[in-house]
């Protein structure tokens, strides 16, 4: 079996009411994650809460299926 790495690009976006992270959201496309963030934000009293925008990669191996051969 050849195990092949996938690289999966994450954006999470993260919601800290007076001090306390309450939800943390994940994204596949940055441009929504941004548009999350300025939902999130748009609600908030900044000089209290905080909301922040991370960016990470992921990688995954996954098996690559192969048939099977016999020798007969």
Do not use: C
């Amino acid at each position: 079996m050849i195990r092949s790495k996938t690289k999966l690009r994450v954006y999470t976006v993260v919601d800290v009411w007076r001090g306390i992270a309450v939800g943390a959201t994940n994204f596949r496309r940055l441009r929504n994650a941004q548009k999350h963030l300025q939902r999130l934000r748009r609600h908030r009293n900044m000089m209290e809460d905080d909301v922040k925008l991370f960016e990470t990669t992921i990688y995954a191996s996954s098996p690559r299926l192969r048939t099977a051969r016999t020798g007969m």
